[in-house]
């Protein structure tokens, strides 16, 4: 519609309405509109080709999306597959910008082109940077959590030959971590080590993965519980006879005995690395070329050309403005300052042990938080998500005491659920805070805009799976002030913690710049969550150890929200009475994630078309 509006004011602006007959004006539109649409289409075409070749070399991304395309492999993680997969996009890119002139393409197609050209840029960036990845360096995705991680929450089996896919799988895993180790050791002698307290971690999960049944003689290990109970479903279903489950118990149990030796092959590098791994100041700038490795880090992150120094006063002006409608709100409830809500919540609501009840409780409570919100959707959104929710504990072999929650979309056909991973495990927080949690995880937020990304139809089939830190995570954060909008909030507590929340996210921004950009150390790190982000002490030294394992990453929270807010401001403003609430929305998340960047010119677009 928005193409005919601009087709029809177009033959207006150059003939004169009133000159021109009503019967002439439809074939000029109707042409315009027609050859605009076929380019689209034939856009789509190439990029959906295109696309298809990128899953036959990232067949996990496939799984994710739910293609069965290499569902029997793993990624392949060398530098030589790395460089084919940049090669093939560069190619990629020159044949679009061949083949296509963006200027006669809709604003939604030249949104499409924008980001297919955007990629080859990310991974030129990530390519030239990728000694400071290597494999077991991260918090959240080192390599001998996620190869079962993904194994557990993503491969889904419905039916035998899945489950063989499966087993595959288990069996590619030790050549994957064999890679891990070779990566480690050529980042080591680039002089890029992994801080001391990550290579305990993975010592501490390797060991959990091949501890218990089939390696011994405790309870079942995670993989072979799994295992079991994807089988079991199998046959409980009919898909399967008793015999074939039980060649295919052995399979999987043949596959596990397999890969135990590769994870002790992990474990004796990390029990080598040990002695000197580095501890104290381990930001981007202890590292050779740190300062142009974390600025790439910000770009790749935020989607903006920010720098440090910008990022780190952004984040002090958003912590003294939160701190002061913390203020407010806490006046407003009868309480002197913040200062003295804070007390209220720790005498009525104080941190306790995990126990199994408490934590049946939590995920009962936090289940039902994202049942209500859900029930507010409509008068909000237009798109609305499709599939079930659940919120779930953390895989064994990944929980960490105070370990950040996050979400998994569901799959494009909903077989499998959106989720919420939650840890349980070390003392709880307050419980108000559970539903500014749900809205940012769940509904609206995190798993209700993967429902809507993986639905899509008409776009390019790339973007039901491509993400960016910015959008995605600046989405969440919008969710949770939205949240407060719809009514989802019980009482002040909960719209307090709120603000905790993007409190904590403002100081993300002082505390990753402070370790990567201005030599603090791990210890003044957690000090300023703790005092400043109101994280309770497990949580900050948590979060911080993420920082420092994913440089720039916590920053894209805070910059995405931002620009979504500024974005909704400017909307409002210029288009009074005709803004549309429902409709931004709308926009925001009907397409996928995308550059900042990209948001803006669509969102412009979107104001021009409705003025």
Request: glycine share 8%.
């Amino acid at each position: 519609m928005r193409d005919v509006i601009r087709a029809a004011a177009a033959a207006a602006l150059l003939c004169g309405v009133s000159a021109l007959p009503a019967v002439a004006k439809a074939p000029v539109k109707t042409a315009a509109s027609a050859n605009r649409a076929a380019e689209d289409a034939r856009l789509t075409a190439f990029l959906d080709a295109e696309f298809e070749a990128e899953l036959k070399m990232r067949p996990q991304l496939a799984t994710r999306l739910g293609s069965k395309v290499g569902e029997d492999r793993l990624d392949d993680i060398s530098d030589a597959a790395a460089l084919r997969l940049l090669e093939w996009r560069r190619g990629s890119v020159a044949k679009m910008k061949a083949g296509f002139s963006r200027a006669k393409l809709s604003p939604e197609a030249q949104a499409n082109y924008d980001i297919w050209a955007y990629e080859l840029e990310r991974a030129e960036l990530a390519y030239r940077n990728r000694v400071y990845s290597p494999p077991f360096y991260s918090f959240l995705y080192s390599a001998h959590s996620q190869l079962p991680n993904f194994l557990v929450n993503t491969h889904n089996v419905q039916d035998a030959s899945d489950m063989r896919a499966y087993n595959a799988r288990l069996r590619a895993i030790p050549a994957v971590l064999d890679e891990a180790i070779a990566q480690s050791k050529r980042s080591d002698a680039a002089g890029v080590r992994a801080p001391k307290f990550e290579i305990e971690r993975v010592i501490e999960g390797s060991k959990a993965i091949i501890a218990g049944t089939p390696f011994g003689d405790r309870a079942d290990s995670p993989l072979w519980a799994d295992a079991k109970a994807k089988i079991e479903k199998l046959q409980a279903a009919g898909k399967v006879t008793p015999a074939e489950a039980e060649a295919l118990r052995a399979e999987a149990r043949s596959a596990l005995l397999a890969m135990r030796p590769a994870y002790e092959r992990v474990i004796a590098w990390a029990e080598s690395e040990l002695p000197t791994a580095p501890s104290g100041r381990v930001g981007a700038i202890s590292l050779p070329g740190g300062a142009a490795y974390y600025a790439a880090a910000l770009k790749l992150n935020t989607t903006t050309d920010l720098t440090p120094e910008q990022v780190h006063r952004i984040g002090l002006r958003e912590v003294a403005r939160i701190e002061g409608e913390q203020d407010a709100l806490a006046r407003k409830a009868g309480f002197k300052d913040r200062h003295a809500f804070y007390a209220e919540r720790a005498r009525v609501a104080p941190p306790v042990p995990w126990t199994e009840e408490t934590r049946t409780a939590y995920l009962r409570q936090a289940n039902a938080a994202i049942a209500h919100t859900r029930e507010l959707l409509p008068n909000y959104f237009g798109l609305l998500p499709a599939y079930k929710v659940e919120v779930v504990r953390e895989p064994s072999f990944s929980e960490v005491a105070g370990g950040a929650a996050h979400a998994a979309p569901p799959s494009p056909d909903g077989t499998r659920p959106g989720r919420v991973y939650v840890h349980l495990l070390g003392t709880s927080e307050d419980p108000a805070a559970v539903y500014d949690l749900m809205c940012h995880e769940g509904i609206p937020g995190h798993v209700m805009q993967g429902d809507i990304q993986v639905r899509q139809t008409g776009a390019p089939k790339f973007r039901r799976g491509y993400g960016y830190v910015a959008f995605g995570e600046g989405w969440g954060l919008y969710a949770e002030a939205l949240c407060k909008e719809m009514g989802a909030f019980p009482d002040v507590a909960a719209d307090f913690m709120r603000l905790e929340a993007e409190l904590f996210r403002a100081a993300r921004l002082v505390v990753d710049t402070g370790i990567h950009a201005k030599g603090w150390t791990e210890e003044q790190a957690v000090q300023y969550m703790i005092e400043t982000g109101r994280s309770p002490p497990e949580q900050a030294r948590s979060e911080v150890r993420r920082y420092i394992t994913l440089p720039g990453q916590a920053t894209g929270y805070k910059i995405g929200m931002l620009k979504i807010m500024e974005l909704r401001a400017r909307a409002e403003k210029q288009l009074g009475p005709k803004f549309d609430l429902k409709g931004f929305h709308d926009l925001l998340i009907g397409s996928g994630s995308q550059p900042l960047s990209v948001l803006e010119r669509r969102v412009n677009d979107w104001i021009a078309a409705r003025r």
